[in-house]
Structure formats: C-alpha cells, structure tokens
C-alpha cells in the first residue's frame, strides 16, 4: 500500500503563487508517473500535470506556463508550483501516483489540499 500525503494548498488572490507537495510512503516498489489532478465544484476531475520518473512531463492547456510540476524520485516527492494563479484555479487538488508491476497497474490517490483562488 502507498500513503500519499499533500501539503501547501490555501488561499490566494488572483496573480499570486502557490506550491504543492506530495509525499509518497508505504510499500513502494517503482513509482512511475505522478501527478496533479483538480476537481472544482460541480465538475469532473481533471488532470493538471503529469511527470514520469525520468521527467518526461504531461500539462493541461490551462496551466501551461505558469504551472511547473517537479519530482524527486529519491525522495518520492512531487512538486506543483503554481503561479499567476486565476479564480478558476480554485479546486480541490489531488497528488497522483502510479506503479506498474509486471502487467498491473496500481493508482493511488492522496486526499486532496484545497486551492482557492479569489479575484
């Protein structure tokens, strides 16, 4: 079982910066990709930014230029840092990991830090 833990989420005013981190704990073996991943209010979860563990990243148009997803796969972190933030940043954000294991794929979630954005 993996642990994913966030942390840094808050509110802002529009223009402002925030940084997110996720820590990964547990029986890990070969984390592969991890991630970001948003749900607003009333709306599907989405994907934010993807990193693979040799740093091949993956953005949502959205946030291309003013987010940066970082990692550091010794420490089993990943980083968003968010800048030139919007209102319609505003959602719950989600760490994401992934580990293949042979031909299993395995998903984890952490619980969410919650990023409000005001104008």
């Known amino acids: 079982q993996v642990q994913l833990v966030e942390s840094g989420g808050g509110l802002v005013q529009a223009g402002e910066s925030l940084k997110l981190s996720c820590a990964a704990s547990?029986?890990?073996?070969?984390?592969?990709?991890m991630g970001w991943y948003r749900q607003a209010p009333g709306k599907q979860r989405e994907l934010v930014a993807t990193i693979t563990n040799g740093g091949r990243t993956n953005y949502a148009d959205s946030v291309k230029g003013r987010f940066t997803i970082s990692r550091d796969n010794a420490k089993n972190t990943v980083t968003l840092q968010m800048n030139s933030l919007k209102p319609e940043d505003t959602a719950v954000y989600y760490c994401?990991?992934?580990?293949?294991?042979?031909?299993?794929?395995?998903?984890?979630w952490g619980q969410g830090t919650q990023v409000t954005v005001s104008s």
């Open positions: 994401n990991a992934v580990s293949v294991i042979g031909n299993v794929k395995f998903i984890y």
């Open positions: 547990g029986s890990i073996r070969s984390l592969n990709a």
